[in-house]
């Protein structure tokens, strides 16, 4: 069972949950987690959630998007309080993942909540100092809807590009629109994680393709329509 200590507003939609996790085994940036909720008639409702957080101990952080009509996930969001208990299954995945170890260039390509598995890695890097180059291409609607605002940063070694599909910001110089081939090009050869709805991750893995990435080192993580 998983305890939420804390709990962050991220934008109008979205929290981030900061839950401790006794016996927690750590986990790689880039897993997820496995969230079940019982009713008290019985009935029970589970979805996967990306782990927000680089490993810290028996601390993981889960960055929750309220899902109109689902079953879960506004509980999580507008319900659920410090103290309350959830039960957790995980860490899950070991193919989309990264390494501090691993030192070759990285593009990380989010769409909107996509961005939750990225900024795991993102914090992982910062964490042990790694030197490994990083990129990020981040396509959400507006600027209020960004995740991770006040800390979602530029640094030596981390270039970050926001992408708007609905509005941008004033003296934005791209205009708003969904992610096209100019987004991704002049990246150099790169490990490449793209993260979003499926229609998006289809559409920019095919981007890169087009522009010369190796499809083996494109790794893909997407979600659609599951009731939340």
């Known amino acids: 069972m998983a305890t939420l200590q804390e709990r962050r507003a991220e934008s109008p939609s979205a ?15 880039g897993q997820h987690v496995d969230v079940r909720l019982t009713a008290e008639d019985g009935y029970r409702a589970q979805r996967s959630y990306s782990i927000a957080s680089a490993p810290a101990g028996e601390r993981v952080e889960l960055t929750v998007q309220r899902v109109a009509d689902g079953e879960v996930s506004p509980y999580l969001v ?15 995945g070991g193919w989309f993942v990264w390494r501090p170890q691993d030192t070759e260039p ?21 964490a042990e100092h790694a030197a490994t180059p990083f990129r990020l291409r981040y396509s959400v609607r507006t600027s209020a809807d960004r995740l991770y605002a ?3 940063e530029p640094a030596p070694g981390l270039e970050i590009t926001h992408l708007y599909t609905r509005v941008a910001p004033p003296g934005e110089p791209r205009p708003p629109g969904r992610l096209t081939r100019a987004d991704l090009a002049g990246v150099p050869p790169s490990d490449c994680f793209v993260c979003g709805p499926t229609g998006f991750v289809e559409a920019a893995a095919d981007l890169l393709v087009d522009l010369g990435h190796d499809p083996a080192r494109i790794r893909t993580e997407r979600f659609g329509p599951t009731g939340g």
């Open 150 to 152: 006040d800390e979602l």
């Open 106 to 126: 990285v593009l990380l390509v989010a769409g909107g909540s996509g961005l939750v598995p990225l900024m795991a890695m993102i914090r992982t890097r910062r």
């Open 15 to 29: 929290v981030t949950l900061v839950l401790d996790v006794p016996g927690w085994p750590g986990h790689l940036p």
């Open 78 to 92: 507008d319900v659920l309080e410090a103290g309350d208990q959830v039960e957790l299954r995980g860490p899950v």
